[in-house]
T-cell receptor
Framework: DAGVTQSPTHLIKTRGQHVTLRCSPI?????VSWYQQVLGQGPQFIFQ???????GRGNFPDRFSARQFPNYSSELNVNALLLGDSALYLC??????????????FGPGTRLTVL | ELKVEQNPLFLSMQEGKNYTIYCNYS?????LYWYRQDPGKSLESLFV???NGAVKQEGRLMASLDTKARLSTLHITAAVHDLSATYFC???????????WGAGTKLIIKP
């Protein structure tokens, strides 16, 4: 079975631009979470979506938005990019986004560089 | 606010030695996860610890959880070079469906 997939792998943008990152969860998984990982640090939670609805939101500005589609894939959008948005963006899927015990499985990430 | 602290943040050790990584968290939670990350790679799930006293083992790694002390440990037995990686613990924060992560422990195992 295919794991979590993300696209693109790498992306270079300039300040002020907009970016869209994409994620396809493991087949059968209904929950998708997005994390930002700055080099040398642990991941920071951005959003969780379950059944197309936002279930949780981390401490990120409104420039960050996301959505989940009927096939459970997801997009993360970041507007008005800042240099500090440069990071590895990780998508994780699990079969239940609630208080279940299911593990989150991570994709390979999208490396975003903002110049 | 839930905080998760790992120590040490960096560990260099010889093959064949034993060592323990510690993960402390600041508020009540009954679910703790350990992940491994190789340089430039994504996160690989190692263990899910779901209750007080839980202990799980896989190969040379063993993880335990003490919810009363708000402490989890990841013990490495007779380390081998292939275990070199960064290890993260993450705590489940029920109220917002998010995981709160430690800063990671970079482990280097020398032959």
């Amino acid at each position: 079975d295919a794991g979590v997939t993300q696209s693109p792998t790498h992306l270079i943008k300039t300040r002020g631009q907009h970016v869209t990152l994409r994620c396809s969860p493991i087949s059968g998984h209904k929950s998708v979470s997005w994390y930002q990982q700055v080099l040398g640090q642990g991941p920071q939670f951005i959003f969780q979506y379950y059944e197309k609805e936002e279930r949780g939101r981390g401490n990120f500005p409104d420039r960050f938005s996301a959505r989940q589609f009927p096939n459970y894939s997801s997009e993360l959008n970041v507007n008005a990019l800042l240099l500090g948005d440069s990071a590895l963006y990780l998508c994780a899927s699990s079969s239940d986004g609630g208080t279940s015990t299911d593990t989150q499985y991570f994709g390979p990430g999208t490396r975003l560089t903002v110049l | 606010e839930l905080k998760v602290e790992q120590n040490p943040l960096f560990l260099s050790m010889q093959e064949g030695k034993n060592y323990t990584i510690y993960c402390n968290y600041s508020t009540t939670s009954d679910r703790l996860y350990w992940y491994r990350q190789d340089p430039g790679k994504s996160l690989e799930s190692l263990f899910v610890l779901l209750s007080n006293g839980a202990v799980k083992q896989e190969g040379r790694l063993m993880a335990s959880l003490d919810t009363k002390a708000r402490l989890s440990t990841l013990h490495i037995t007779a380390a081998v070079h292939d275990l070199s990686a960064t290890y993260f613990c993450a705590v489940d924060m029920d109220s917002n469906y998010q995981l709160i992560w430690g800063a990671g422990t970079k482990l280097i195992i020398k032959p």
